[in-house]
């Protein structure tokens, strides 16, 4: 389930109150005015899902299938086209796999490995602390391992959120060698016998075939301790980024093969339609978002409650 258990409806749709606001209000709007079907009312659906960030490829999809199906169905009111813009929606989520992660930590051979991936900026070492203490409270025993030694911020930060989360945390010093410290980490996870594992890593695009070599390395040489691993390959993108989180998908499932996504400040910004486009476009289910700072504000993302947020009732 999407919620916890002192979770409401209201306190979700607040964590997406601006794209919420913004789209719903469009739509709402846009079918409060228009009591018939008139011929221009596609081309502001169609303006309304660019806004929101949805992207071209995925609009046109949704576009191309609401004429065919108004020709089809004869649609004569507006009600009806408010219903179908949202069923056409909705079936974009429906084909994509979505097993929860604590489902499949719960049922692996332990422990599981996570490597988690992302450029620099998006949230991805606050994101690392926050999925540690999110499964610690689902009781899982996990230990971080900090591979990204490119920088000594990320090791000083992400050892804050370690403590912050009360997770063990394996580190060595600046410019040491990434697989060095992803490999100590799985030998203590091991020793240890965690349940989970989960791997920082270096965002340097600008720098695609040595930080490609990188995570192929931090890959080969976790092989050596735990064949199957990474069992997952997580990449972290910021929300509020909207059509640049596009092209962070390609570049990093260009050379990466990345399993699941995590959504990071979709709180702050009015560019949440991005996650349709993206799972749409690229068929990588979306496992959690981040609301806020806090090392609480991580939570199961669900399609259908997500959409739900959006559309309702006029």
Avoid at 3 to 30: G, P
Avoid at 210 to 219: A, F, R, T, V
Avoid at 275 to 288: L, S
């Amino acid at each position: 389930m999407f919620f916890q258990k002192k979770e409401t409806k209201k306190t979700f749709d607040n964590d997406l109150e601006k794209t919420r606001v913004s789209f719903f209000s469009k739509i709402k709007n846009l079918f409060l005015k228009k009591s018939k079907i008139e011929t221009d009312i596609i081309d502001h659906i169609e303006e309304i899902l660019l806004s929101a960030d949805i992207g071209i490829f995925t609009t046109v999809k949704i576009i191309n299938n609401l004429e065919k199906s108004i020709k089809k169905e004869k649609y004569r009111n507006t009600q009806d086209i408010y219903i179908l813009l949202k069923k056409e929606i909705e079936n974009l989520f429906t084909n994509i796999k979505n097993e929860s992660l604590e489902h499949k930590i719960k049922y692996h051979k332990k422990p599981y490995v996570i490597m988690m991936v992302g450029v620099n900026g998006v949230g991805k070492t606050t994101t690392i602390g926050k999925l540690a203490f999110f499964l610690k409270k689902k009781g899982f025993s996990s230990i971080i391992g900090a591979s990204d030694t490119f920088r000594a911020a990320a090791i000083d930060q992400l050892e804050i959120w370690a403590n912050k989360a009360k997770v063990p945390l394996i580190k060595q010093h600046m410019h040491a060698d990434p697989a060095s410290v992803a490999y100590d980490t799985l030998q203590s996870a091991k020793s240890k016998k965690k349940d989970a594992v989960i791997i920082d890593t270096a965002g340097r695009l600008q720098n695609r075939i040595g930080l490609m070599e990188e995570l192929s390395k931090i890959s080969r040489v976790m092989k050596k301790i735990i064949p199957e691993s990474p069992h997952e390959i997580m990449l972290v993108l910021d929300a509020t980024t909207g059509q640049n989180a596009f092209e962070q998908v390609k570049k990093f499932t260009s050379f990466v093969g990345v399993s699941s996504i995590i959504l990071t400040k979709i709180e702050g910004t009015a560019k949440g339609g991005v996650v349709i486009g993206i799972m749409d476009q690229f068929k990588i289910p979306i496992q959690y978002i981040g609301t806020g700072e806090k090392i609480q504000n991580l939570k199961k993302f669900d399609g259908k409650k997500f959409i739900d947020s959006f559309f309702e009732k006029k």
